[in-house]
Each structure stands twice: as structure tokens, then as C-alpha cells.
């Protein structure tokens, strides 16, 4: 076991940084940042590369950590670089350890501090490029399984397109209607509310962090104590549409589909339930719709943004423009979408058991 600063020198000042307005799209280098993305974009410059990889690349903000092979311009703010002092070191292995500290999220502040107080396993080079082995392979299996899951998404985007044309231009000339007029639409209940009532019974309480863009994510769904009137209000059924209320600019109106809800599962004042009338507009189809540009850009063009973040609120989803294509057509885009799921399913589960095994792993080698 070694403290941060025993193993690493932190080489930020030797990189010339790149604001974000000069990003290309294409270029000789690549541009690295404190984003979730690999790489933020790129540049033709020369003066100024880092050429010192690989390193380990921290985000002072988000607390994101990468590892960089190849070289590199910084990108704006909040990058921090980290080189090994140890010449006999493989950075890999200091990139699974630095993934697996646990650092406190205090905003949208600078986190190093923490950082720099970790200590990490430093087994010799020999112990740790077997460990790096064996959690490339694990890794590479869950990559895998994503790409496998999003050729699918591709397909079920295709195939929409395919049927119901672009839906921004409308090019298949589908009436429109509001998306209030099509649905029963209510928020959540509020955690730490006062409650009168004395029988309270405890139920499954689904969260902002449990809806995904397409579907449910149910490992981390928590439980709340909630009267039986408000179970009866607001119990998810099977085919009820969840929407988030906020979030990233580029994730706002995510949206998801309840297969099969826990019983008597209830949800968060943050999330919207939408439960529409299937005789108009069917699940299937409205949670695609969302993932087009016709949605996206409606709720970007009413969403209150704040450092970073947007939201809506249920005026502005209920003014939602929506189009209507027959029902037939859209029961058969639900028909081809529901087989497709069986594969996704099988991928899925085979996607969570590979990253059971891997933190399962990080748990093992790091503690």
C-alpha cells in the first residue's frame, strides 16, 4: 500500500491547453478533457503536444479518470495529468487502482485534494500486469456487450425512421397533438415529506437514477414508507412510460418503459409518469419518439438551464408536440420492438453478469 504522492508527479503544467471553441471534429491530435468522453475532439497544432504517455488523466471537476496512450492536447479547464515516479510501473494497473478510490462529489468544486490523500495497492510490475490482463479481458467483454446493445438501438432507430419517416420535418404528414391530450401525466412523491398518517407501509421507490434513456435500471431501486392512499396514486403498471424531469442538455426528456414494475413500486417528484391512451398512441412508439430530433429539440427550446444542467416541468411536457401515426403502424414498429427486446434482454444480462465479475475483481485487487 502507497500514498498518492509516494507514486505520482503531477505533470499538468507541461501541457498547453485548447479552449473548447477550437475543438475540431477531425484533426492530426487528439484533445483530452475532463469529460466523460475519451476524447473531447482535435486539432491540427503542433506546438505544445504532450508526448510524455502514457499518463493518467483526472478530472478536477467530475472526478473522471482516464488512461492516455497515445499524445495529446490538454483540453479547458480542470484536467489534471499524472505520471508515474516509478520508471518500473504499468499505468494501466494505476488506472484500474485510481478508478476504484472513492471520492467524495462535492459539485461542481475541484476534487484533487481527495485524490491526493488515497492510498493504493503497489504490488511489483510482475503481480501488476497480470492484474491488468485479467481486467482488459472483463472489460473487453462488457464493451462488447454495449456495442451489441447499441447495434440493436440502431436497428430499432432504423426501422422507426423507416416507418414513420423523419419526424422533424414530418414528412409523412401525421396529425399532431399535445402530449396532454394523449395521456395522464403526474409527478412523484417528495422523500422527507410530512405525513399525518401513522400506518405506513414500505414500498419500492423508483428514482431519477433508476431511469435510463430505454429502459429501467431496477439493481439500485431504494424504498420509501408511503401511505395506502399514495400507493394507490401512484403505483407503476406495466406499459407506463417514466420521464426525467432534468438532467444533461443532451439527456433531457429520456424516457423509459415499465415492463414489469416491482409491486406496489412508486415514484420520485423528479420523474414524470406517463400513462397514455394506448387506443391513440402506443408505448412503443412514444418512447422512441422521444429519441428524435422533434422532441429533443422541444424540450431543449423550453428547458431552464443552469450550470450545465436542464430541466422541464409538467406544463411544458404536457404542451409536448406529439405526432400520430395509425395504430396499425404503430403496432407493428411495437411488434418488431418487442422481439428485438428478447435479444437486448439476453445481451443485457449477459453485459451484468460481466460487470458483476469486474467489480467483483476491483473489489478483490483494491479493497
Not at 479547458?76 to 518500473?88: E, Q, T, Y
Not at 424531469?245 to 417528484?269: F, M, S, T, V, Y
Request: with cysteine; net charge neutral.
Amino acid at each position: 500500500m502507497k500514498y498518492f504522492n509516494e507514486i505520482f508527479i503531477d505533470k499538468t503544467k507541461y501541457g498547453v491547453k485548447i479552449q473548447t471553441g477550437e475543438y475540431g471534429k477531425q484533426g492530426k491530435h487528439i484533445i483530452v478533457d475532463q469529460g466523460q468522453n475519451q476524447i473531447a475532439g482535435y486539432t491540427d497544432r503542433e506546438d505544445g503536444l504532450f508526448e510524455e504517455v502514457p499518463v493518467i488523466i483526472f478530472g478536477d471537476h467530475t472526478r473522471v479518470i482516464k488512461y492516455i496512450d497515445q499524445p495529446f492536447f490538454l483540453g479547458a479547464d480542470g484536467v489534471k495529468v499524472l505520471r508515474s515516479k516509478d520508471g518500473n510501473t504499468d499505468y494501466k494497473y494505476l488506472y484500474y487502482a485510481l478508478k476504484n478510490v472513492k471520492i467524495p462529489n462535492t459539485g461542481y468544486n475541484r476534487h484533487f485534494k481527495w485524490l491526493k490523500e488515497s492510498k493504493i495497492e503497489y504490488p511489483d510490475i510482475k503481480e501488476q500486469r497480470k492484474i491488468v490482463r485479467i481486467l482488459d479481458k472483463v472489460s473487453d467483454i462488457i464493451q462488447n456487450r454495449k456495442r451489441e446493445l447499441s447495434q440493436l438501438d440502431d436497428l430499432v432507430r432504423a426501422r422507426f425512421v423507416e416507418m414513420f419517416g423523419d419526424m422533424f420535418l414530418n414528412t409523412m404528414g401525421w396529425q399532431e397533438e399535445s402530449l396532454e391530450s394523449l395521456a395522464d401525466i403526474v409527478s412523484g412523491i417528495t422523500k422527507g415529506r410530512k405525513i399525518k398518517e401513522k400506518k405506513l407501509i414500505e414500498v419500492p421507490y423508483m428514482a431519477v437514477s433508476n431511469v435510463k434513456n430505454g429502459y429501467i435500471d431496477w439493481t439500485t431501486v431504494k424504498t420509501i414508507e408511503a401511505t395506502e392512499q399514495e400507493i394507490n396514486q401512484y403505483r407503476l403498471l406495466p406499459d407506463d412510460v417514466l420521464m426525467t424531469e432534468g438532467g444533461d442538455p443532451d439527456k433531457l426528456g429520456r424516457g423509459a418503459i415499465i415492463r414489469e414494475p416491482l409491486e406496489n413500486c412508486i415514484h420520485q417528484n423528479h420523474i414524470f409518469r406517463v400513462r397514455l391512451n394506448e387506443s391513440i398512441v402506443l408505448p412503443d412508439f412514444f418512447e422512441e419518439y422521444l429519441q428524435h430530433q422533434r422532441a429533443k429539440r422541444y424540450f431543449l427550446g423550453c428547458a431552464k438551464q443552469t450550470t450545465g444542467i436542464a430541466s422541464i416541468n409538467m406544463k411544458q411536457l404536457s404542451a409536448l408536440p406529439v405526432l400520430i401515426p395509425p395504430l396499425k403502424l404503430q403496432q407493428q414498429f411495437s411488434d418488431f420492438v418487442r422481439e428485438l427486446n428478447k435479444s437486448k434482454d439476453s445481451v443485457q444480462k449477459a453485459l451484468d453478469e460481466a460487470q458483476l465479475l469486474f467489480d467483483s475483481l476491483m473489489q478483490q485487487y483494491f479493497g
